[in-house]
């Protein structure tokens, strides 16, 4: 493969990742959410799937958020009647974010027809095909995440510009 059918391959995950973010601003607006909700939303789906409920500073971290802007977006879902802040009956400081049945719902509502345009056109690969696809996206995510760790490591080394 040349370097310039490289290059495409990279222009088409850009687009990918372009259209899948006017998808969820689209999708958003329709519903009253912002792209950050949505992430947040995802990232506790994520948490659950493994058996746990994550921490607002759990959520702060992985959206990369402030305290104060992690508190505003969990009190827009929560006045949603997406999230349920939950306390701890061992120690009533510690809260934990869990979704509402409301956020399963409206969360179906507007995925369901992306998930199926994605089964649509997976169904047109075998499963040699799939496999090469899955090992193939699973190493672009992980290549974008230490990228950007990279970049953020190096942005907090540098002195700030005067």
């Given at each position: 493969?040349?370097?310039?059918?490289?290059?495409?391959?990279?222009r088409l995950l850009q687009e990918f990742g372009?259209?899948?973010?006017?998808?969820?601003?689209?999708?958003?607006?329709?519903?009253?959410?912002?792209?950050?909700?949505?992430?947040?939303?995802?990232?506790?789906?994520?948490?659950?799937?493994?058996?746990?409920?994550?921490?607002?500073?759990?959520?702060?971290r992985e959206l990369q958020l402030s305290s104060p802007a992690t508190t505003a977006m969990l009190d827009r879902l929560e006045k949603l009647g997406m999230i349920e802040r939950q306390r701890?009956?061992?120690?009533?400081?510690?809260?934990?974010i869990a979704m509402t049945s409301k956020a399963r719902t409206k969360?179906?509502?507007?995925?369901?027809?992306?998930?199926?345009?994605m089964l649509d056109i997976l169904s047109g690969y075998d499963e040699e095909q799939l496999q090469v696809i899955s090992k193939f996206m699973a190493e672009a995510v992980a290549g974008v995440d230490s990228a950007r760790e990279e970049v953020v490591t190096q942005r907090a080394t540098k002195p700030a510009a005067p």
């Open positions: 493969m040349s370097a310039r059918e490289h290059h495409h391959v990279v372009q259209a899948s973010d006017r998808y969820v601003e689209s999708t958003g607006a329709i519903y009253g959410t912002h792209r950050t909700d949505m992430n947040a939303l995802s990232i506790i789906i994520n948490y659950e799937q493994r058996g746990l409920l994550p921490s607002p500073r759990d959520l702060s701890s009956d061992r120690d009533r400081r510690v809260i934990r969360g179906r509502e507007m995925f369901m027809p992306l998930g199926i345009k």
